[in-house]
């Protein structure tokens, strides 16, 4: 397969056969050769060294420089290890732009392809329907007390269910420098976790360093995000809504499929209200206004239920109340 042409099928399997722009990311984190290897998989080293011609410490050297670069991921099951390229290209952007010495170059092309094609992505898994990437989970201290909480809906709960965890660089801001808000704060769990330890993405952390990185995201207005599913994960992220790739696209109807709310809605206590103005400010999905009564309204349609306006509040006048039941969380 000719050089352009396997980058082409690589980047199809990433679900972007017709980008401009992958492609060109793909070249630059893998020769022809190492491309065509990637393209052979999931295979493991002996079966790769088998079908390209090469030894197996040869295969397995590759193997490791494009671990490295977060084009390959190991799966080991029954003491057999098994090599897959990335697999979907949220993934792929996620695991090249955290290899420590990415270029330059990659990381202003994957802002070119935020800005230019990426949109694209969102807006089709809303047109089909696809399930989304991402929930959003708030923490269960601005939650109403007579609320059920589930243990995965609660962020600080999922950090104590997590065997292992990790913080890496938020990719997105890495990239898109919209903003000043801190990069040190995605929270990587279990397997995840133990990937960025493995290939030096990720710094090990313990249960009370993650909430506390939790609770300074919260202060800095940043929205908890992890995947929609039930049970442990492997992330959470700590989105602001201007660089993230999943929240600014929510708050769009023909691009928010990449993620659903939690099952809260904001509450605003009338009575307790100052009208100090801060909650329509800090809302990233401009969710909040000040009515005629110069008192604080949460449009509901809008709301994510992701608790930012409950910490800047002052008063404590708002809180979060569940208004979705149980399964709206997918097992």
């Not at 959003?136 to 939650?143: D, R, Y």
């Not at 989105?239 to 659903?260: D, F, N, Q, W």
Request: glycine share 6%; charged share 25%; aromatic share 6%.
């Amino acid at each position: 397969m000719a050089g352009e042409e396997v980058y082409r099928e690589l980047s199809k399997k990433l679900g972007a056969e017709h980008s401009n722009i992958v492609p060109k990311l793909w070249s630059i984190v893998c020769s022809t050769e190492e491309a065509e290897m990637i393209n052979a998989m999931p295979a493991t080293a002996e079966e790769l060294a088998s079908r390209f011609g090469k030894s197996l410490e040869q295969i397995q050297n590759m193997l490791q420089a494009l671990f490295h670069k977060g084009v390959v991921f190991e799966a080991v099951k029954q003491g057999k290890t098994t090599y897959r390229m990335p697999r979907h290209i949220v993934q792929f952007h996620d695991a090249t732009t955290l290899w420590k010495e990415a270029p330059q170059e990659l990381l202003t092309l994957w802002r070119q392809y935020t800005k230019e094609e990426y949109p694209q992505i969102p807006a089709l898994l809303t047109a089909i329907k696809a399930p989304p990437f991402f929930r959003v989970v708030p923490i269960n201290e601005k939650i109403e007390t007579r609320s059920q909480v589930l243990d995965y809906e609660d962020a600080a709960k999922i950090i104590d269910a997590a065997s292992v965890m990790a913080v890496t660089k938020c990719p997105c801001r890495m990239i898109m420098h919209k903003c000043d808000k801190p990069l040190e704060v995605c929270l990587q769990l279990n397997r995840g976790a133990e990937y960025a330890i493995k290939r030096g993405t990720g710094r090990q952390v313990d249960a009370g360093e993650a909430k506390n990185i939790l609770r300074m995201c919260e202060e800095k207005g940043l929205v908890h995000l992890t995947e929609n599913k039930a049970g442990v994960g492997a992330v959470i992220c700590n989105c602001c809504r201007c660089c993230c790739i999943g929240l600014p696209y929510a708050k769009k109807a023909e691009t928010s499929g990449m993620l659903v709310p939690s099952r809260y809605l904001a509450t605003v206590d009338a009575d307790a209200c100052t009208a100090c103005g801060l909650c329509p400010d800090e809302c990233p999905m401009d969710a909040i206004k000040m009515n005629d009564a110069n008192v604080a309204e949460v449009r509901a349609e809008a709301c994510i239920g992701c608790g930012v306006c409950t910490h800047v509040c002052p008063v404590g006048a708002i809180h979060l109340k569940v208004i979705r039941a149980e399964d709206f969380i997918p097992q």
